[in-house]
């Protein structure tokens, strides 16, 4: 019995744990499988979200910028600057001297020939080796927006939003222009966020820093001839693709780390917005993800487990029945009138109907067997009395046999006698003859 019970125990157990191992290659390979999937879903994801944002935050500068350009309208639309009249322009500014907006840094008109006048302010200076007025002298487009510069006057870097002024026979005859310190692009890039380590730069035209979250690159370090060391590589790649006013993405490495690039041209400028996430901060959302899925597949695998080992054990109590009838039939008085009591409309009710089927049958057939037991008991007893009797008989019939056989002695004793007799009879009758004959004789001689 304790050796059944311990391979029923081994049966159990090497289910269980067949079934557990099971699980644990099946979890296992969800949990790898969905990692990596994870991993390279929300690596898309953060590059998509990535692109999104650049896109949308080199449109917001562009708009932020085309409100400076149109504020300008105001001025451009005056009738001293339709009368194309240089003198009187600069004069009605100095007489105006409180248009520019509080952002503003400043407000200038600059002439054909690069004289400027300042609104609210009486600095004035020509700006005809300056870079952005040589383009508008080139060019002359309708509004622009300059590279930032340090201005003299002010010692900050600023940059212009710029529109041209016409006269009334629509001939350029300069610009009016809005310096906008560049410390207010720097804050809204700063304030571009996506996680804790991602971060924006601004390049301009020819590569240089404008923005940055690093002060100390601003204006001093150019992306594509200062690339900040042999370590980042992909950097003057970078640098190339956004200064070529491209839209895209791309892995760059600075200081031994790994970064995600994604970068968009800024319209109406001849900036290139990017932004910069870590490798880390990417893996680091997806390994939290990874850990969730791990964490949930644990519970599901032992959920799962607790789930099997209940059904198991239903299973089994009605086979430990079994068992159990099994053993009390096989050992000791083989009572053929055990059943088992299992209510259930399943296989293993089934199981137990058949098997108390069985029992009923072999019952019937030992009762069977009993009752031929006992008629064969009567006929052998009969048979025994019939030989005891036959035995008598045959006893009587020797005794029978032996008197017969005396009396046949006693008889031939008899008639031994009686031959005796007669021959001696015979032999007196013989020597009476010879006396007889033997006197004739005599008698004749």
Known sequence: MKSAAKKQGKLVHNFILSIG??????????????????????????????????????????????????????LTEQKVVKNGNIDEIHT????????????????????????TTVFNSSASANISDRNYFKNFINKKPAEFTTAPVKERAYERYMYFCAKTAYNSQNIPIGFFANGVYLDNLIEICNNIKLGNNAHSVILDGDGRVISHYNKDYIMKVNYLTDPEGADNKGLQNLARKMV???????W?????????????????????????IPKLQINKIANVLSLTIFVFGIIMALAITVVVVFLF???????????????????????????INIDRNDEIGRLAASFNMFMERNQNIILTIKQSEQRLSEIESETAQKLVDT???IKQLSYNIDNIETQEKNQSGAVDETAGAVEEITQNIDRSEERRVGKECRSRW
Request: with cysteine; proline share 4%; glycine share 4%.
């Open 92 to 115: 009605w500014i100095e007489e105006h001297g409180d248009f520019p907006n509080p952002e503003f840094g400043m407000t200038l008109f600059a002439d054909i020939n690069g004289n």
């Open 313 to 339: 054990s239903k299973i089994t109590k009605p086979l430990n029945k079994f068992e159990h009838a099994m053993l009390e039939i096989a050992s000791g008085e083989a009572d053929l009138t055990k059943r």
């Open 244 to 250: 070529a006013g491209e839209t895209s993405s791309s």
């Open 391 to 393: 035995k008598d008989a």
């Open 252 to 276: 760059i490495r600075k200081d031994k780390v790994d970064y995600f690039a994604a970068f968009a041209p800024v319209p109406g400028t001849d900036w290139s917005i990017a932004l910069e």
């Open 21 to 74: 191992l099971c699980i644990f290659v099946f979890i296992t390979f969800q949990i790898f499988y969905l990692s990596n999937e994870v991993k390279s879903k929300i690596s898309q994801l953060y590059q998509a979200s990535c692109s999104e944002i650049v896109v949308a935050r080199a449109a917001q500068i562009s708009e932020w910028n085309e409100i400076f350009i149109n504020d300008l309208r105001y």
